[in-house]
């Protein structure tokens, strides 16, 4: 009778467990499987999320595009992969997933897949998903056909893998067929070609006028003086326009020690609009108002006796206000970020947010366990028949082996070259940055990994020049963070100041 019992715990016991990790899941939902939108209006789509861990989890999300154009004379079709990381937080969420806009017919056929770690590699994938750019009104075409999708490890994703390659190999046979059609007529070729020259002659024409607004606007003027008096240097100049003199802009500029800074905002019919600047002094002045303040004060010193140190810190000044962002994370890999804007000299809105370490339901539950496993192995203790084993020798432990950073740097190294190669530029200039800055901060005895303004003010106090590693973590950073174009020759100097570095 007793036996029965504890097998019958034994089996609550199991139960209970698999419930458990059943109830953490990611997942994704869309409310229709073919979406509809008319020509020049944004294809934006509601992504419902679901996360029922303890915690927010954070990973990649990958889209699969492959566009399709059909007009009189024109067949064209292409495809297209985009990885950028993203967080999913606890609970339900809606996050809105943004595909442009197009001057003409298209059909899109899209695949999404959100990728994490969590004990091992999971992924909830959302395939056969379409998006037609249309004419005519689309609102009678949209209809509600709800497709959902779940976590499921890495190794049962391989077949659907697989078949996604298979898929796009299929689609560059069609390509390289519809090509050798094409060639056969001169006629389609030779309107084609036409039409690709008047679209460049209307984007440059489009460049043009921006450019000359924005020459023109006395906010800009000033904001371009100001760069000037500061010593920076007008570097670039990049316009991406809509129509109707309206588009992004962004001006870089960058001083002879290597501190770069921007001006960027959005020209609508020929207004200025969302006008941010950047700059490594108006960051200086803000973090220090920000230290100064009280509120921030005291979480800084509640985040220190938590162990919390910052990793990501960032600056933007818009129109007259300007919004502060800082990120730490502590030996626990728990989160949190502390948000605060200055609007005329002053402070406001200092806020502190924290991922939650700690869940009453998940508590309980582990509760119960614990009190079923004492339970059963008293019962067990009682009313056994046989005698346990006795002087069972303890193995002594093992001492944990020194942590290799030189090892981990040109790993980080070798992987960040294997991205860049793959195209995954931000991923390829993050692994080169977190190489550097490992090697430099354990070679110094910070044993553990620093943020890139802290490794270069411990060296700094050392008397060490550090203004080429300051340019190259720089420009690392703003490739992360979408305010610099990757290109190969810059990436092949940052590599091979690493590689010198890391020996």
Known sequence: MKKILCFFLFLILINTTLTLAKSEDITLTLNQKEYYFKI??????????ENTYTKNISGQL????????????????STSSNSIPMM???????????????????TLDISLSFQYFEQESKAVNLDNLKIHIIQ??????NKQNKQSSSSQSQASQQQKQLQQQMKQIQNQQQQTSQKLTNSQSHQDSSALKKQLEAQNQQLQAQKKLMKKTLEQNKRIQQEHKKMLDKGYKLSNMEMNPDKNNSGNFKMSYKKENGDKAQISGRINKNKIENLQTNSEEEKQQALKKLQENKDFQKIQKKLSKEKFSPTKTSVKKINNKTQIKIQYTNEKNQTATTTATIKNQTIE??????????NTNYLTIIIIILILIATGFIIYKRYQKKKELQNI??????????????????KLLT???????????????????????????????????TTSDEIIRHLKTKNIKTS??????????????????PNKSDFNKIISFAETLIK
């Open 40 to 49: 020049g209006a944004p294809a934006i789509i509601p992504l419902e999320t």
């Open 62 to 77: 990958t889209s699969t595009l492959t566009q399709s154009t059909n007009q009189p004379g024109i067949s064209q079709s």
């Open 88 to 106: 999913i937080t606890t609970g339900k969420n809606q996050i809105q997933l943004n595909f442009g806009t197009s001057s003409q017919p298209t």
């Open 136 to 141: 005519d009104d689309p609102k009678n075409q």
């Open 349 to 358: 809105n200092v806020k502190l947010e924290k991922e939650n370490s700690s």
């Open 393 to 410: 020798q303890t193995p002594t432990p093992t001492k944990p082996k020194p942590y290799n950073y030189k090892l981990v740097s040109r």
């Open 415 to 449: 992987k960040s070259k294997k991205l860049f190669q793959e195209k995954k530029y931000k991923d390829a200039y993050e692994s080169a940055s977190q190489a550097i800055r490992i090697f430099l901060s354990y070679s110094n005895g910070l044993k553990k990994e």
């Open 468 to 485: 080429k590693l300051k340019n190259t973590l720089d420009t690392c950073s703003m490739v992360e963070f979408a305010k610099y174009s």
